[in-house]
């Protein structure tokens, strides 16, 4: 078993950030993990637009697991001439954290009958 340190967690979470950036996040289900992008024709599916304008086909199916999923965005994003997503560095990861004023915002929350809440 591979043991992460606190600077594996830290470059992780840094690279899934990123990725949220891009318009993307990975999602595991039938055994596989796939590359998500949302609908195409949004601008915040960054990811979709810059393949699209450099010629790349990513294939969303990843037969590897996360990390697997990462290295192969890593690599479309090297053939588009960008940077990996660990580039991102230390701002990004600050400002998706939210490190300035951490809690809840109970205005982001509201109450329903049972059988009628939603995510939006």
Request: hydrophobic share 40%.
């Amino acid at each position: 078993m591979i043991a992460y340190t606190g600077s594996d967690w830290a470059d992780l979470a840094k690279r899934l950030l990123a990725l949220g950036q891009l318009g993307c996040h990975i999602q595991g289900r039938d055994g596989h993990y796939w590359i998500e992008t949302g609908e195409p024709d949004r601008e915040r599916a960054r990811l979709h637009h810059l393949c699209k304008k450099h010629g790349i086909g990513l294939n969303d199916k990843i037969y590897g697991g996360v990390l697997s999923a990462l290295d192969t965005i890593d690599a479309a994003l090297a053939i588009c001439g960008k940077a990996p997503l660990l580039a991102y560095g230390n701002d990004l990861l600050d400002c998706q954290l939210d490190l300035g004023r951490p809690g809840v915002d109970p205005s982001r929350i509201d109450r329903f009958a049972p059988g009628e809440g939603w995510i939006a």
